[in-house]
Nanobody
Framework: QVQLVESGGGMVQAGGSLRLSCTASGRTFSRRAMGWFRQAPGKEREFVSTINWTGGITIYADSVKGRFTISRDNAKNTIYLQMNSLKPEDTAVYYC???????????????WGQGTQVTVSS
């Protein structure tokens, strides 16, 4: 009932920037919290950021705070993750997900995108 399509991943040098996009289908998008998670090889999927349905509340993992910005445009059914000052440790598959409330727990999210690879070289 909700489909998420991600774009914007790729390869950049350390210190560079990328902007990820996630476009959602479904009638309930504007009332849902949205989040970004990432998973590096050999590690568990970790929380990156989340945003509530109005965009008035945002939460960031300490590892990305001050470098990443989450935003949403409900008219376009799209959320974004602007990633600046990228580091090699940011290399991971990034996933977009939808939930009924803001949360850092992946189990709170009902729908997931396919994931997009972000690679940061030193």
């Amino acid at each position: 009932q909700v489909q998420l399509v991600e774009s914007g991943g790729g390869m950049v040098q350390a210190g560079g920037s990328l902007r990820l996009s996630c476009t959602a289908s479904g009638r309930t998008f504007s009332r849902r919290a949205m989040g970004w998670f990432r998973q590096a090889p050999g590690k568990e999927r970790e929380f990156v950021s989340t945003i509530n349905w109005t965009g008035g509340i945002t939460i960031y993992a300490d590892s990305v705070k001050g470098r990443f910005t989450i935003s949403r445009d409900n008219a376009k059914n799209t959320i974004y993750l602007q990633m600046n000052s990228l580091k090699p440790e940011d290399t991971a598959v990034y996933y977009c997900a939808a939930a009924n409330r803001v949360s850092s727990d992946r189990n709170e999210y009902d729908y997931w995108g396919q994931g997009t690879q972000v690679t940061v070289s030193s």
